[in-house]
Nanobody, 125 residues
Framework: QVQLVESGGGLVQPGGSLRLSCAAS????????MGWFRQVPGKEREFVAG????????YSSEPVKGRFVISRDNAKNMVYLQMNNLKLEDTAVYYC??????????????????WGQGTQVTVSS
């Protein structure tokens, strides 16, 4: 049974940091690219960051470039999203997703076939 379980969300002030974690099981994690997406009510789910199967290639969207860092630990079947200098507009539900291939540069949801349940990140003063 495939599972992606996110954790680490919460309430943080602007300028603060959070680290999201995603625990994967039920598939060959080390063979898949992984991604983080986010969604706010009334808007489409948007790509935040992606990472290739080996971790050697990482990709991020323009709004988070220079602030968010994606990483993975294939020995632990974990993928992470370090979020620094958080802004009000980063408030969203964040989802972890497994890509259909080993690459993590895909920015559309149809390129991912496994999804977590999401974790809420709220940036507020």
């Amino acid at each position: 049974q495939v599972q992606l379980v996110e954790s680490g969300g919460g309430l943080v002030q602007p300028g603060g940091s959070l680290r999201l974690s995603c625990a994967a099981s039920g598939f060959t994690f080390s063979a898949r690219g992984m991604g983080w997406f986010r969604q706010v009510p009334g808007k489409e789910r948007e790509f935040v960051a992606g990472i290739n199967w080996s971790g050697a290639g990482t990709y991020s969207s323009e709004p988070v470039k220079g602030r968010f860092v994606i990483s993975r630990d294939n020995a632990k079947n974990m993928v992470y999203l370090q979020m620094n200098n958080l802004k009000l507009e980063d408030t969203a539900v964040y989802y972890c997703a497994a890509a259909r291939t080993q690459w993590g540069y895909f920015r559309t949801t149809d390129r991912y076939d496994y999804w977590g349940q999401g974790t809420q990140v709220t940036v507020s003063s």
